[in-house]
């Protein structure tokens, strides 16, 4: 219970705030722009379909996903998939983030390097994820500093990780931004629309990145604190 509650924990507090205003603010924008129909009357799935189409990715299909948010990008598969309100739906917000998850498509096309990193990096920041806090808990319990040292390593690997998404969620974005101001928007405002649900939507990375960097930092503190 005493790593639940010493003072390090107040290096976590604020960034457990910012993390639940950006999960909060990014449902909020969403929920809002969702009402708002964009000026072509487009689906997700349709300006994801024609983006693909002018990039040359025809071959790559847009698939509707079930669940709330659950639009992602399947590099395996080389699949865009958009949660059905996505797929579906004509508004500002289904068509910001269908652009993302094609935004990724073109990444993945195109070989932008932190996405190559990222999937190299993937199955070391499973494991590091999966055992770092078991193994530093373990040794801060029962006193084995080395046992924390290498939890603090697996977490390390883990932020590396969440380090290396930034770029690739603001690049995708960045992407979606071009796609969308050549032909899918009708004016400025309905553009700014847009940046504005993806920016709400990068923070939320920005957050979790930000609690890794916390949490680790932490663990230093008390793995120091043993010595």
């Not at 390090?8 to 990014?26: D, E, Y």
């Not at 709330?68 to 983030?97: C, M, N």
């Not at 899918?184 to 609690?211: D, F, G, H, I, R």
């Not at 949490?215 to 604190?225: E, V």
Request: charged share 15%; hydrophobic share 45%; aromatic share 10%.
């Amino acid at each position: 219970m005493l790593y639940l509650f010493d003072n390090t924990i107040l290096l976590i507090i604020p960034v457990l705030i910012l993390a639940f205003w950006a999960q909060s603010n990014v449902k909020g924008t969403y929920e809002k722009l969702k009402k708002v129909t964009n000026s072509f009357d487009a689906t997700g799935a349709e300006v994801a379909e024609s983006i693909l189409q002018k990039n040359g990715l025809s071959h790559i299909p847009v698939i509707p996903e079930k669940g709330h948010l659950t639009d992602h990008y399947h590099p395996g598969k080389q699949e865009v998939h958009l949660s059905e309100e996505v797929f579906y739906g004509r508004s500002i917000a289904s068509i910001s983030i269908a652009a993302h998850e094609v935004g990724h498509a073109l990444q993945h096309a195109n070989g932008y390097y932190p996405v190559v990193l990222r999937g190299q990096l993937l199955p070391i920041a499973n494991i590091g994820s999966q055992s770092a806090m078991p193994l530093f808990l373990l040794g801060f319990f029962f006193q084995f500093t080395q046992l924390m040292t290498l939890g603090i390593i697996f977490f390390a690997a883990a932020l590396i990780f969440h380090l290396v998404t930034l770029p690739v969620e603001f690049n995708a974005s960045s992407r979606a931004i071009i796609q969308l101001s050549n032909g899918y928007t009708s004016s400025p405002q309905e553009l700014s629309y847009c940046k504005k649900m993806l920016n709400a939507a990068a923070l939320t990375y920005v957050a979790s990145t930000l609690m890794a960097l916390m949490q680790l930092i932490r663990m230093i503190l008390l793995r120091n604190s043993r010595d």
